[in-house]
């Protein structure tokens, strides 16, 4: 039976670059976008519309899936975005808008696709965090807790739903070259503002990182392996090995040598 995969955020990025290794691996894929139209000519998967700040719309996205489909088997919350800034300077609608974003939104998809996949009595969802989502990063600390919020909700929510058969991973990408920093959120720069140099060299080492990132079609081989493993962990880190070896340096230091060792790495 062709497995059906639903992955959200689709015309970009790691989404697009997993999309199309899925249907080259034989997976009925649908991929959401906001504005399907203006890619629709550089897609060989069918592109629904889907906002996740308009989580009202998630009914009807999977009400669509269902209709073409009759199943959705994976669903993959790709779709989010990025927001930098100090703190002090960031403002607070901003920051309820990306947490509609990254964190509401994937989860008002879930509530809309688990009864699906409890009638099956099968499922897996996958919940895309990052690496950045297990530390508080400088001038994105939002950004951080947004991810670090959907990795802990995606703990609880597997052992919910782990006895009708559902199955949830959270997998914490690093730095890959994508287009991303085109649609991060950033607090304006100022002259006059006391975090003006730290947040400028902070902006050009975040923009370094992605443009020197590893290759998504390596992100879309390890989303397929995991979907063909029949026992799964709970989390899965991906990218550099400076990357995901500093989840473990954050475990075993002391807490004020690995904030030394953060500022250090952004000149503070």
């Known amino acids: 039976m062709t497995k059906v995969v639903l992955i ?4 970009s990025g790691l989404g697009k670059a997993t999309a199309s290794y899925l249907l080259a691996n034989n997976f009925r894929v649908f991929g959401t976008s906001r504005e399907p139209k203006k890619y629709i000519s550089d897609i060989n998967f069918d592109l629904l519309t889907f906002d996740l700040n308009q989580p009202e719309t998630a009914q009807k996205l999977v009400n669509q899936v269902m209709h073409k ?3 959705i088997d994976i669903l993959i919350n790709n779709a989010g975005a990025g927001i930098t800034g100090p703190i002090e300077e960031t403002d607070v609608n901003s920051m309820q808008s990306h947490f509609s974003t990254n964190f509401f939104g994937p989860l008002s998809l ?3 696709v688990l009864p699906v996949m409890r009638q ?3 499922g897996l969802i996958i919940n895309i965090t990052s690496i950045g989502g297990y530390m508080g990063l400088p001038f994105r600390g939002v ?9 802990v909700t995606s703990e609880a929510l597997r052992m919910e739903v782990k006895g009708f058969g559902v199955d949830i991973v959270t997998i ?3 730095d890959y070259a994508t287009d991303i920093a085109s649609r991060r959120i950033y607090s304006p720069l100022k002259k006059d503002s006391p975090y003006y ?4 060299y902070s902006m050009n080492t975040i923009d370094e990182h992605v443009d020197q990132g590893s290759n998504p079609n390596d992100f879309a081989r390890m989303v397929y392996k995991i979907i063909k493993l029949k026992n799964r962990k709970v989390h899965y880190r991906s990218g ?9 340096l954050k475990k075993i230091l002391p807490d004020t040598l690995f904030e030394k060792m953060i500022m250090n790495h952004y000149k503070i």
Do not use: C
């Open 143 to 151: 950004y951080s807790a947004s991810k670090g919020a959907l990795g």
């Open 120 to 122: 099956q009595k099968s």
């Open 240 to 248: 550099s090995f400076l990357q995901k070896f500093s989840i473990l």
């Open 69 to 71: 489909a009759g199943r």
């Open 110 to 112: 879930i509530q809309k």
């Open 8 to 11: 959200t955020g689709a015309s």
């Open 172 to 174: 914490a990408p690093g």
């Open 197 to 200: 140099d730290l947040y400028k």
